[in-house]
């Protein structure tokens, strides 16, 4: 059976298909369109029209269904998907992904403290959503956390450069075109991403995509300028020559470490006490179950 992998804007697959670390791993496998790179919003033409919320995100998608055997989001929404039997989280490694909530050049936002009533720029039920109150409320109370709905970390970028919203929280290979284009990061919220496998996929698979993985990893970690032309292959076209990969990072690096029962049950206890998910959508599968150790 072929094994679908959903990249995540990443570069550790790409490196791994250059190298044939899944054909070493005797891996029969097929890439699918990124979940990052795809998810936009289609509310978002025209400089002078007002942004529409976007009411769905990378949980959504994970709770309709994706055509793939593993996939990537950020931890808190795999943890919740999970929980909530729409696939396994995988336990034996992670991401941790650079992100930030930036504002442009020309604001007048320079502390965290300024961003009290700010309408900020997140993803529905995603990283920027989750990493966003978990940074802002150690600044000022929850109702003074202003956020907007908007759609992907590609929308994000977009509205920004356009100056169509004060503030967002940008993540990856987007918050490194921020960057480059002179935006001020006023918070990093950088933040862990989860890996979901699919009920049908089987775990023997899973190990090999992770071992492939594995290898590029050390790859990257060695040369890293070597590889890091791939972080541009999603951007949409009109944004490649926003970014010179000489000058960021690698973008998510991979923890071969386990995703906890402690992980798991404190980053659920959070989710629940912060009443982010409706009673209808909260899991309540335990860890054994959730989580394929």
């Given at each position: 059976?072929?094994?679908?992998?959903?990249?995540?804007?990443?570069?550790?697959?790409?490196?791994?298909?250059?190298?044939?670390?899944?054909?070493?791993?005797?891996?029969?496998?097929?890439?699918?369109?990124?979940?990052?790179?795809?998810?936009?919003?289609?509310?978002?033409?025209?400089?002078?029209?007002?942004?529409?919320?976007?009411?769905?995100?990378?949980?959504?998608?994970?709770?309709?269904?994706?055509?793939?055997?593993?996939?990537?989001?950020?931890?808190?929404?795999?943890?919740?998907?999970?929980?909530?039997?729409?696939?396994?989280?995988?336990?034996?490694?992670?991401?941790?992904?650079?992100?930030?909530?930036?504002?442009?050049?020309?604001?007048?936002?320079?502390?965290?403290?300024?961003?009290a009533g700010v309408e900020i720029a997140v993803g529905f039920h995603s990283g920027s959503h989750f990493s966003a109150v978990q940074s802002l409320e150690s600044y000022f109370s929850h109702d003074q956390i202003n956020l907007k709905f908007v759609g992907g970390a590609m929308d994000r970028m977009r509205l920004l450069l356009e100056r169509r919203v004060p503030a967002g929280n940008v993540f990856g290979t987007a918050s490194y075109v921020l960057e480059q284009q002179g935006f001020r990061k006023i918070i990093d919220t950088s933040f862990i991403v989860g890996f979901l496998v699919q009920n049908d996929a089987t775990?023997?698979?899973?190990?090999?995509?992770?071992?492939?993985?594995?290898?590029?990893?050390?790859?990257?970690?060695?040369?890293?300028?070597?590889?890091?032309?791939?972080?541009?292959?999603?951007?949409?076209?009109?944004?490649?020559?926003?970014?010179?990969?000489?000058?960021?990072?690698?973008?998510?690096?991979?923890?071969?470490?386990?995703?906890?029962?402690?992980?798991?049950?404190?980053?659920?206890?959070?989710?629940?006490?912060?009443?982010?998910?409706?009673?209808?959508?909260?899991?309540?599968?335990?860890?054994?179950?959730?989580?394929?150790?």
């Amino acid at each position: 059976m072929v094994f679908k992998i959903q990249p995540h804007t990443r570069i550790q697959e790409w490196v791994a298909l250059e190298k044939g670390y899944f054909s070493d791993e005797g891996l029969e496998y097929e890439l699918e369109k990124s979940f990052v790179g795809a998810f936009r919003s289609p509310d978002l033409e025209g400089r002078n029209m007002p942004v529409a919320e976007m009411l769905k995100g990378a949980f959504e998608d994970m709770e309709y269904g994706r055509e793939c055997d593993i996939s990537s989001a950020c931890h808190w929404a795999v943890n919740m998907a999970s929980s909530a039997q729409h696939g396994r989280m995988w336990g034996h490694a992670y991401a941790v992904t650079p992100s930030g909530i930036w504002v442009p050049s020309e604001s007048d936002i320079t502390t965290p403290e300024q961003l009290a009533g700010v309408e900020i720029a997140v993803g529905f039920h995603s990283g920027s959503h989750f990493s966003a109150v978990q940074s802002l409320e150690s600044y000022f109370s929850h109702d003074q956390i202003n956020l907007k709905f908007v759609g992907g970390a590609m929308d994000r970028m977009r509205l920004l450069l356009e100056r169509r919203v004060p503030a967002g929280n940008v993540f990856g290979t987007a918050s490194y075109v921020l960057e480059q284009q002179g935006f001020r990061k006023i918070i990093d919220t950088s933040f862990i991403v989860g890996f979901l496998v699919q009920n049908d996929a089987t775990d023997a698979d899973a190990w090999k995509y992770f071992k492939a993985l594995q290898k590029a990893q050390r790859d990257i970690d060695i040369a890293p300028e070597r590889y890091k032309h791939y972080l541009v292959d999603e951007l949409p076209e009109e944004y490649k020559g926003m970014i010179d990969t000489r000058r960021c990072g690698i973008g998510e690096r991979l923890v071969f470490e386990p995703y906890t029962k402690e992980m798991y049950e404190e980053t659920h206890r959070w989710m629940v006490l912060h009443e982010i998910f409706p009673s209808g959508q909260q899991g309540k599968m335990q860890y054994e179950v959730a989580v394929t150790g």
